[in-house]
């Protein structure tokens, strides 16, 4: 590896993944239409838009070993094994912009799960609403509906209308601002994902900037992220202390986590574990990912396990790690080593909305992904996911559905980062407007993003083979109160039985829940 390595070239390791299977699907479609030359043109699937990056769950090549292998992290020495051919290690730079974010990153989630205060809290970083001037454009005084003109261009977009879609485009953009309030952004996101599904490919100017995000991008929008808002910090908070109950009296914990990218949640259980009284126990973490492109597939889930290797050498926590870089249907239960008389954890956060379902495929990779968790036979089952009602096969109320969820996350925005922080647009981008641009620009296996209700993956998992199980009371009230103290007023969380729910302004936005095997084995 290069030691002046170009960090700031390095793209986001989630959108990497999906491209590379994006590009294994079309390749696979190309073979399928030679073999089917009668396929019927008319189609939607020909008015929409085929290169956008998916999940790609399914039509996907084996990986080769080399992206599974483990290696483990001692503790004792400092050392550190790995089983690559010949010997090779991959070394990192000693200085890396990416680590120093990260660790800025570490601290601000481990700043927002303590009781402790005297420092600024994230609720008085935002800003009043009108207390910034905006840079938007002002055609006339008459107040403009942006949704009523959005559903009407998604009508007319709908029926095939392009002249009138246009027409109404146009209009909407005279209203509407990348850097406006909250209405004026939606319109301008929502008209350019209408335009990329009315042309039918993905090579807008709009979109060509959403797939050039850079790592540090990435890392800059999440820090933001989590000190304006609590959804991310009070998942990682609610499943890292329900976790550390289970694990109070273990002598080896194993979490298993679906979808770990940069590992940003596991410092702070880290740091839990290291003041457990007795001593900390061994702790395995097996993070999975999605391959990388490239000749090291697993490359980027390894600098993961290297992050949190240094972490539990700081805090002095035993620590070995396994990693599996491919997709999640085609994991098998050995691949995981689950070892007797280890506390096992199943972690998946808001990762498996990325997931095909039996709509993609017949054997659908979403419910094969959480056999494979009820196969593990987890001591616990940690779930998160977005509430979203926007999975409809039908584009209109597929659009409706999204236009009101990212209505409700750009006015959270708003009322919470200032409209002068340059972050903002990279959190919006990040957390809204790539979404948004699979949901309503593609349709079929190209559309990655797949969010379902929280009574629709109730009834997924429970169908896996899992009984819910009740959050600590103890948890949920001081969750409640650190968000009461540190966030803004409008956020909302509550909790009935067993699902925890965060939402702004009365609107559930995010939904998670613990879950144990119905039939312990």
């Known amino acids: 590896m290069l030691m002046e390595e170009d960090i700031e070239e390095q793209s986001c390791m989630l959108e990497d993944s999906l491209a590379l299977q994006a590009a294994e699907r079309s390749f696979f479609e190309v073979l399928q239409e030679d073999q089917n030359p009668l396929q019927d043109d008319s189609s939607l699937e020909n008015f929409s838009p085929l290169h956008q990056p998916t999940s790609g769950f399914t039509g996907s090549p084996e990986i080769s070993e080399e992206s599974t292998r483990r290696y483990r992290l001692r503790d004792d020495d400092g050392d550190e094994e790995d089983d690559l051919e010949g010997g090779r290690k991959s070394k990192l730079p000693a200085i890396s912009v990416v680590d120093e974010l990260a660790e800025k990153l570490e601290e601000v989630l481990l700043v927002c799960q303590k009781n402790d ?254 056999k494979l968790c009820r196969d593990i036979n987890p001591d616990l089952f940690v779930f998160a996911e977005i509430n979203g009602t926007y999975n409809s096969p039908f584009f209109l109320t597929r659009f409706r559905e999204a236009m009101f969820h990212c209505s409700s996350l750009f006015d959270m925005f708003e009322s919470n980062i200032s409209e002068e922080n340059d972050c903002r647009t990279l959190v919006e981008r990040e957390l809204i407007i790539k979404d948004a641009m699979s949901v309503i620009a593609c349709e079929g296996a190209e559309r990655f993003a797949r969010p379902e209700t929280y009574k629709q993956w109730q009834v997924r998992i429970l169908r896996a083979g899992f009984r819910p199980a009740k959050l600590n009371k103890q948890i949920m009230k001081e969750g409640k109160e650190l968000v009461r103290e540190r966030y803004h007023k409008d956020f909302v969380i509550d909790n009935d039985n067993h699902w925890m729910f965060q939402g702004w302004k009365g609107r559930v936005l995010y939904a998670l829940s613990c879950w144990k095997p119905a039939k312990k084995q």
């Open 117 to 370: 205060h005297g420092e600024a809290t994230p609720n008085k970083i935002g800003r009043a609403k009108g207390s910034l001037n905006r840079s938007k454009p002002q055609k006339s005084d008459q107040p403009v509906d942006m949704r009523n003109l959005l559903m009407q261009c998604a009508q007319a977009v709908a029926s095939f209308d392009q002249s009138r879609a246009f027409e109404k485009l146009k209009e909407i953009r005279e209203h509407s601002s990348s850097h406006g309030d909250a209405t004026q952004r939606l319109g301008y996101h929502f008209a350019n994902a209408l335009e990329a599904r009315i042309t039918g490919t993905m090579k807008t100017p709009a979109f060509d900037v959403l797939s050039r995000t850079s790592m540090v991008d990435i890392l800059k929008a999440y820090k933001e992220f989590v000190q304006a808002c609590p959804t991310l910090a009070m998942c990682y908070y609610t499943a890292n202390r329900t976790i550390f109950e289970l694990a109070s009296k273990a002598t080896t914990l194993h979490i298993v986590d679906f979808g770990i990218l940069y590992g940003f949640q596991w410092p702070c259980l880290i740091q839990a574990l290291a003041a457990r009284p007795g001593g900390p126990p061994k702790l395995r973490v097996t993070g999975i990912e999605l391959p990388q492109p490239g000749f090291r597939p697993s490359e980027r889930v390894e600098e993961t396990g290297r992050r949190l290797k240094r972490f539990c050498d700081k805090f002095s926590v035993p620590f070995e790690y396994n990693f599996i870089a491919k997709a999640w249907d085609t994991i098998t239960l050995d691949e995981l080593v689950i070892n007797s008389g280890e506390t096992t954890v199943v972690n998946c956060i808001l990762r498996l909305q990325y997931t095909p379902d039996e709509t993609v495929s017949l054997n659908s990779p979403r419910d094969t992904a959480l």
